[in-house]
């Protein structure tokens, strides 16, 4: 991979950004996200169109690519534009619904797979490999698993920094496993992703100048489940819980979210709520850990331990990428660790305490609980 590529993805992205902040005064009367609602965390008003610096970044580092690499991300853009497109439009108008922008992610799938031929068909899950044997059945599930990490991303993306930061280490995992496996194209465009994310989130984080919001979620969301699928797909000898693991912290994130509304009377998974696990690493570490510190900085500081969340199943995939017994453990080891760390700071007990005692505070009191 040419530096020069990387510092031109990562160089468009932030210049783009940064004339974003400048221009907010032109662009504020549509593009200013407001401070108040369940999930906002921030003091004042902020610019949430930086899905519009990513895309930009990603244009240029289209422009300055080799050929082989441009053969992977023209697809690859093209098929972002829904997921891009409703996104960007609620950013805008605060009124698309959960529903609408999740089909849009699963369209953007869809259209991936028309794009390429390419759909998610080797999970190294025999059972499943069979229903995937069928072709609209691997559709099906490439659009819908492209569509959840996409809308996984977007549900992250609550503090400063950690989206665009955990973006760039699932993408610069999974171009580590291209490189193992000597696909140097497709290792450049996971890198390109990573620089993008990065150029972006030297604005972001740690004072939040400006946000990704839905447009630059879903964007950056598409083009990490897509290289998820095609990284494994490209490499029949890669499992695909490699790639699985990398995107282990945002997946676990949403499937525990979904199931935390569904068993909630009055709740439904789609709706919004501040019982994320990035939102209590808030409440009950950085807040009594720095107490005297801005509320700015607190914010950008949950992101740290949070990336590190991140990084670890995320270091198990590269190790372990043609391991699938360690992948299969590694996987068990996500979702006990996660749920034990999130049972210790929501109900002061472990995992297997939390299974069998009531909470001790409940999640309504905590959600509104700032």
Known sequence: MDAFNLLIAFASTFGASLLLVMTRRWHGRFSLDSNHGIQKLHTQPTPRI??????????????????????????????????????????????????????????????AWQFTGVAMQNTGVP????????????????AFAVGGVANAVNIIDGFNGL????????????????LHVQDPNLASVCFLVAAIALGFGVI????????????????????????????????P????????????????????????????????????????????IHRRLVRPAFPRLRGTLQNGLTSLPCWAIAALPAT?????????????????????GYAAV???LTQFGWCFQALTLKSKVPLTSIETHT
Request: aromatic share 8%; glycine share 12%; net charge positive.
């Open 204 to 235: 972001n984080w740690p004072l939040g100048k400006l946000f990704l919001g839905d447009g630059g979620a879903y964007l950056l969301g598409f083009l990490v489940a897509w290289l998820a699928v095609l990284l494994p797909m490209r490499h």
């Open 342 to 344: 999130y049972a210790r």
């Open 163 to 178: 989206a665009a930061g955990t973006v760039a280490i699932m993408a610069g995992a999974m171009g580590m496993i291209a």
């Open 237 to 280: 000898n890669l499992n695909a819980l490699a790639t699985m693991m990398v995107c282990a912290y945002p997946v676990l994130e949403v499937g525990f979210s979904v199931r935390r509304r569904m068993r909630r009377i009055g709740h439904h998974p789609g709706q919004a709520d501040r019982a994320h696990l990035h939102h209590f």
């Open 50 to 111: 930086g899905g519009v610096s990513v895309l930009l970044g990603l244009l240029a580092a289209y422009g300055v690519a080799t050929e082989g690499v441009q053969l992977l991300l023209a697809p690859m853009l093209a098929a972002a534009i829904p997921a891009f497109s409703l996104g960007l439009l609620e950013d805008l108008t605060k009124k698309i619904g959960v529903m609408s922008r999740l089909i849009a992610t699963m369209l953007s799938g869809v259209l």
């Open 127 to 142: 059972p499943i490999d069979w229903l995937l044997g069928f072709l609209p059945m691997a559709v099906v599930f490439t």
């Open 316 to 336: 198990w995939g590269v190790l372990f990428a043609q391991h699938t017994p360690m992948l299969l453990l590694g996987l068990g080891l996500a979702v006990f």
